[in-house]
DNA sequence: CTACGCTGATAACCAATGGCTATGACGACG
DNA sequence: CGTCGTCATAGCCATTGGTTATCAGCGTAG
């Protein structure tokens, strides 16, 4: 046999304790009395224990409905304290936005400008950015790790998401400065098919094929020189002469130390940059406004989902 | 809506939480997985919150969750100990006999006789002795203020008790000593049929009409001098001499103090006292233990009901 | 003294709940 | 690559918790 009850019996047990009155304890719970009468009744033989008297007059508490009703008050207020703490939780919860990202989206206070207008529609929201290791491409949406997140099409899954694009930029070659290609000013793509090409992790699916400019070799794979999860291992593989890559021209300036420099690549299709979020989540507050704040600081031709 | 929980659903929650892990949990709860998979989803819906993530690498709380964690246990906390509070009480309830009495049974110690022969039987228990109005005809059975009791037959309503005869003694008439009849060693009813009676209050029922001899007087009613509701006003009556009254031979001692007498009947049935108890306790091993020492310490023709 | 009103209890019914078994989807792992 | 182990889902059924309508006891007002 199970001692649990229903929270709701102890309120009701409650009520009719401090009435003393089946009927106006039922009106102040907005059950019919019948219902309380069997549930009390129903509490009484869970409890295998006479809870009240009722006689001629009126209803009393018997000498168990006394020992209970302390524990019963108590089990009430600490489960009110609960549900009031889970109630908090979940405002806050609600009223944060968590932003992922790979590398900083950089591009000229892109996300300050976004971060002012986000804020100016619905001031009481909270932005927390997170940066995602690079082996997810879907930046943290995937694992609800976040909640947006700014991402390099085309996504995995692609139907599973929404975005709206914020940047479209050329993707450049970026290479050590004696590199023999780096006497050009361009280069064709042609002349970079054979290098050896750093590589994201295999994880990131279509992600890692465009950055190695698959769909631009008609079919023949490329040499993988490495791979490659963070700016500082991008850098620092270029340094050591393990391969060349694309970058795009946003990100530039974050490889372009000491040695390494970038040149335009004709015969190869610009990079495009999103902001992303969960189709399911498309119909929340905070990340319809955090998407139009982006549409309105990126204006782009938009590609939204519906 | 209501934000009430079934006290269950905690327990559920609270052994997944510590777990980390359905299968697991669903055991040491003793239900079938997918039941525990059913409730913890309808808990989440209900309370409007995931409390866990499960993904790859197992379950985990949300932050929902964590929060609601401490609020459940101090929930299955109180609530244990209100159960236990409760089974205390009972278990206390249930080893108390109440014998309800209207005067002392006195009869040369048959209280105490048959509390020793009780209490050899059924050590654990405790008596208590509770002292009853001379209105309640049934010495507190009728209302629950008594398990057992020791009363006059016939009782009202008489199919809804059991009885054993503890003792079945002659009435005697108790009146002044300086009445006429004082001077006769012995009297007969039918003088006494036009003296003033005292009587038991109305409520007593058949148990008046017996005291007033009723059957005795062939449809003629009896001059009431006085209504009495214990010994000390029936002495205080017959003194300042409102009237006359029977009473039981084991009884006498009660009321033959200074200027009082007792003096035989002829014509009257003999009266009996017997132990009583509600029909439906007579299942209850203390009920039937103390009847059984009752029958043991005055052993008269039993006239128990099945 | 009867008729009424108010009490809590009961009956009959119905939708929702909570459990079960069987099965599915999916990632981990040999 | 198949199998195992995880949690989720489906379909089923008994129980529960609510409803309205009605009853039985009892005090009270005509």
Known sequence: ????????????????????????????????????????????????????????????????????????????????????????????????????????????????????????????????????????????????????????????????????????????VALLDTHPLAARAEVDFADLVDEPFLALPPDAGPLRDHWLALDERGGQLPRIGAEIASTEETYEALVAGLGICLVATGNAHLITLGGVITRPVHGISPSRYALAWRREDGVRPLVRAYAEACRLVAPMRSADSP
């Not at 304290?81 to 900083?104: D, H, I, K």
């Open 1 to 172: 046999m199970t001692t649990d009850v229903h929270v709701r019996d102890l309120r009701y047990f409650v009520a009719v304790a401090e009435e003393l009155h089946f009927t106006r304890a039922a009106e102040k719970l907005y059950v019919s009395q019948p219902a309380l009468s069997k549930q009390i009744r129903a509490l009484e033989r869970q409890l295998d224990a006479e809870l009240f008297r009722r006689d001629r007059q009126g209803v009393a508490l018997t000498a168990a409905g006394a020992a209970l009703l302390p524990y019963a008050q108590r089990v009430l207020a600490v489960w009110a304290e609960g549900a009031a703490a889970l109630a908090e939780v979940g405002a806050a919860e609600r009223s944060t936005l968590v932003v992922g990202m790979s590398t900083s989206p950089g591009r000229g206070g892109l996300l300050p400008a976004i971060r002012s207008r986000f804020t100016a529609a619905r001031p009481e929201a909270n932005v927390r950015l997170r940066q995602v290791s690079w082996d997810d491409p879907t930046a943290g949406l995937a694992d609800g790790a976040a909640d947006v997140a700014f991402v390099w099409l085309p996504l995995p899954d692609a139907e599973r998401y929404g975005w709206t694009v914020v940047a479209e930029e050329p993707r450049l």
